[in-house]
């Protein structure tokens, strides 16, 4: 597989897009799907490398990376405020997550919980 890291806004994760992304022979048309996470992969079947025998080709992985901006403009900061005025906060099973360090995380996907 071919991989590519996709960086995005946080107003295309949560509501979608259509982005193009590199490939070995130009581009292609993704369509990011609304209330997808960071760390997300979008599968590009048969974009990827060919595989030995020649015939046919592997796919291209997409990773998704929600950028968080570190400089906001006025009016950025204003419309941030609004919304957390108003969002809900995280679910649970992902507050929880957050708190568990990297080899319990592992173990987890293994074991299944």
């Given at each position: 597989?071919?991989?590519?890291e996709?960086?995005?806004?946080?107003?295309?994760?949560a509501?979608?897009?259509?982005?193009?992304?590199?490939?070995?022979?130009?581009?292609?048309?993704?369509?990011?799907?609304?209330?997808?996470?960071?760390?997300?992969?979008?599968?590009?079947?048969?974009?990827?490398?060919?595989e030995?025998?020649?015939?046919?080709?592997?796919?291209?992985?997409?990773?998704?990376?929600?950028?968080?901006?570190?400089?906001?403009?006025?009016?950025?900061?204003?419309?941030?405020?609004?919304?957390?005025s108003?969002?809900?906060?995280?679910?649970?099973?992902?507050?929880?997550?957050?708190?568990?360090?990297?080899?319990?995380?592992?173990?987890?996907?293994?074991?299944?919980?």
């Amino acid at each position: 597989a071919l991989f590519h890291e996709l960086p995005i806004t946080f107003s295309q994760a949560a509501l979608g897009d259509e982005v193009r992304v590199p490939t070995i022979e130009g581009t292609a048309r993704v369509t990011i799907p609304a209330g997808i996470q960071s760390g997300d992969h979008l599968n590009l079947r048969g974009l990827g490398l060919p595989e030995l025998s020649g015939h046919v080709r592997g796919d291209q992985v997409v990773r998704v990376v929600v950028w968080t901006p570190d400089d906001l403009t006025d009016q950025q900061e204003q419309a941030l405020e609004t919304l957390r005025s108003v969002e809900a906060p995280a679910p649970e099973h992902i507050r929880r997550r957050s708190h568990k360090g990297f080899w319990s995380r592992v173990k987890e996907a293994f074991t299944g919980g």
